[in-house]
């Protein structure tokens, strides 16, 4: 039996959370996994339902049939196939251990998804991503250039119907169109504990400020740059005696670990835009089971 899932953003009332596990019990589903918070400051409300249709009632019949209910409670609501592997544009610079980490996962089945394009603006990792049978976009940007690569940049995306574009540390500030057209599915790693030391070259920054601890942020890309809604984080510590190369070499796997549950957790639908900020529901159990066994 199929697997879906049910995202709701609302208005915070009483008898929503009711209103829907009665419409999915009376639809022949059974809930296997269920969060809800509810945000007093700002009155929002937020729900993602893990289901299974015991009596094969289709997708699109639970879609259709959520309208009653949602009009009782206005909300945003979304139903989704769990098995659905979502299209993944990859975009990199000359920094590569994001995307090689990544390009590993998936190739152990540990992220499921499609990786539908890889885009560069060096050729450093054009073998790599080659020899994992994906197509390898080399699109040069330069001051003078910059609208016209994007532009190529975003028929790659929309010829190969990406949903999600990952910046891989993808040194290049996006332009406000793309990101507006785009919002809420680009996902950067930025190699700080944001908001400190936004901007390029944060490692130098952390150095010259003198941190005892150095991280890295996933974040949704805006036209603001480095300000998105932050998904995931996480630190590890540095001394007095450490130089910006080995903040370099420390950050490598902090980094390369936070994008991949940044990424693990928007495409299974684990993360609500709150405001500039997100909430973040917990994976549900067997959500890793998608992982060949070595
Ligand atoms: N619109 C946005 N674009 C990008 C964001 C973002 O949040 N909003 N994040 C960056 C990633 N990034 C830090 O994580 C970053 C990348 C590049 C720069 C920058 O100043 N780049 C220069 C060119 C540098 C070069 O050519 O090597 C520039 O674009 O003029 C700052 C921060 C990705 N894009």
Redesign the pocket.
Known sequence: MDTYCLSVTCKSKRGIVAAIAGYLAENGCNITDSSQFDDAQTDNFFMRVSFVSEEGVALDTLRKGFTDTAQAFPMDIAVHDESHRMKVVIMV?RFGHCLNDLLYRWRIGALPVDIVAVISNHLDYQKLVVNHDIPFHYIK?T?ENKREAEAQQMRIVEETGAELIV?AR???????EM?EKMSGRII????SFLPSFK??NPYKQAFERGVKLIGATS?Y????????PIIEQDIVRVTHAQSPSDYVSLGRDVESQVLARAIHAHIHRRVFLNGNKTVVFPASPGSHASERMG
């Open positions: 610079s940007v001051k910046l993808y040194m290049q500030v996006l332009s406000d990101c950067n790693i930025h190699h901007g390029a974040h890309v805006t036209g603001l740059l480095d300000e998105g």
